[in-house]
């Protein structure tokens, strides 16, 4: 499963001056980040063109606590786990409101989140005792540090059919600094089974879209940016920067909530 990475920029203003006065005028640009644990309780650069196996163990455990150890980062441990630990960096000058869009394919996703053949981790971050209550722990950052859109909306990307979710930061990032991660990792349901005939999970026979290649299978993921100045939310920035309804992949959105 090759699982891409793109990362957008917008400057929503541009560099002005004249004879009398001269104006000078900050940058705004993003760095998507994607990695993955190295074994060795650190972090390296996420690597391209995974192999997805039906999970085995529980999705929801957790490393441990030791922030000295980077490997400790609330990641489930099971086997076949694939870490996908995203985050997005401001490398401009100004603050800005970050978005993060995160596309599956929609043969592989479901209304009913029991129901996904591929599933996702959101995003968590670690608490210290004295953050939460003398009880150090991983937490979810979903609807803390980033605020999903409750339903995603449809989009077409290479012919094939996806189901967009996309979060805002909860608040605009510092030039310099880095969100909390938008996701953790990935991975394929364990009822999922490749038979003679097509691909199976939860019993049911697949219904894939016309072309689709199970070696080229891929969730792309997205982030863009907008300067904080002058704007009071992440949404008012996206919608007079990008207009609403935004499909960073071009094309119509459908069933946008």
């Known amino acids: 499963v090759a699982i891409l ?11 002005t001056d004249n004879a009398t006065n001269t104006f000078t005028v900050g940058n705004v640009k993003i760095q998507l980040i994607e990695e993955e644990r190295d074994g060795n309780g650190g972090k390296k650069e996420f690597t391209q063109n995974k192999k997805l196996y039906p999970i085995v163990g529980s999705a929801q455990g957790k490393d441990g606590d030791d922030q000295s150890n980077l490997d400790a ?15 997005v960096k401001n490398t401009g000058s100004e603050a800005a409101y970050i978005r993060a869009y995160f596309a599956i394919p929609a043969a592989l996703d479901s209304a009913d989140p029991s129901k996904n053949v591929l599933h996702y ?23 803390y540090e980033w605020k999903w859109a409750e339903t995603p909306f449809q989009a077409t990307i290479d012919g094939i059919k996806y189901n967009v979710y996309y979060a805002d930061f909860y608040q605009a990032v510092p030039a310099g600094e880095t969100t909390y991660r938008f996701l953790t990792g990935v991975y394929l349901d364990k009822s999922f089974d490749m038979k003679d005939d097509g691909a199976y999970a939860f019993g049911q026979k697949l219904t894939l879209d016309e072309g689709w290649d199970w070696s080229k299978v891929s ?16 949404s008012e920035a996206m919608d007079a920067a990008f207009g609403t309804n935004y499909n960073p992949w071009g094309g119509a959105a459908t069933n946008w909530q």
Do not use: H, M
Request: glycine fraction near 10%; charge should be negative; proline fraction near 5%.
């Open 219 to 234: 969730c792309p993921v997205f982030a863009v940016a907008v300067q904080a100045e002058g704007f009071g939310s992440a």
């Open 5 to 15: 990475a793109v990362g957008a920029s917008l400057a929503y203003f541009t560099d």
């Open 121 to 143: 981790n959101d995003g968590n971050r670690y608490l210290t005792a004295e953050e939460n209550n003398n009880k150090p722990g991983w937490f979810s950052t979903a609807g």
């Open 73 to 87: 980062i609330g990641v489930p441990v099971a086997k076949n786990y694939v870490d996908k630990i995203v985050t």
